[in-house]
């Protein structure tokens, strides 16, 4: 298993987030996942639970997200605490979006007073190769912070080829 930090955008407050790691193992096609977030929970607004099935614009509020290269492109996985997920295949940055055939399955939300952690496994794609991991998490008033392993650009960009630093296990 590994385990990584996320990091908040310069531009971002980080609203009571004090540590974000993401914890995954690589078993053949399937990517294990869970995101931890640690600090004051409770100033996070969190998805109510609508249950297991895909759903779009799931970046709009708190969601984890996972990007993986493939072929030409990349695949990208939102993954929202509600239970809902989404995944779409890109050819390249923000390009050529469709929905990918790669399924998610949210196995859990847990937590504690400071601290909560959804569980994720995904279908990756057969020849995935190198991963970007992001969130973007959003405040009991409406304010968004951008999460990431980096942030290359000067705006927040989950999709930016050099965001993508991890090599597959």
């Not at 779009?56 to 929202?80: I, K, M, P, Q």
Request: net charge negative; charged share 25%.
């Amino acid at each position: 298993m590994q385990t990584v930090s996320l990091h908040p955008h310069p531009d971002s407050d980080p609203h009571g987030v004090d540590r974000f790691e993401v914890h995954f193992e690589r078993d053949g096609l399937l990517l294990w996942l869970r995101f931890v977030v640690e600090g004051e929970i409770d100033r996070i607004t969190w998805p109510a639970e609508a249950g297991q099935g895909r759903a779009d614009d799931l970046w709009r509020h708190t969601c984890f997200e996972v990007f993986v290269t493939a072929d030409a492109g990349y695949v990208e996985y939102n993954l929202s605490p509600s239970g809902q997920w989404a995944s779409y295949r890109f050819d390249g940055p923000r390009v050529g979006m469709r929905r990918a055939d790669e399924v998610a399955t949210l196995l859990g939300l847990d937590g504690a007073f400071d601290m909560v952690a959804l569980e994720a496994r995904i279908e990756l794609p057969h020849d995935a190769a190198r991963l970007a991991l992001s969130a973007v998490i959003e405040t009991s008033v409406g304010e968004m912070s951008y999460w990431a392993l980096a942030h290359p650009s000067g705006k927040p960009d989950f999709h930016h080829p050099d965001s993508f630093i991890l090599d597959l296990p």
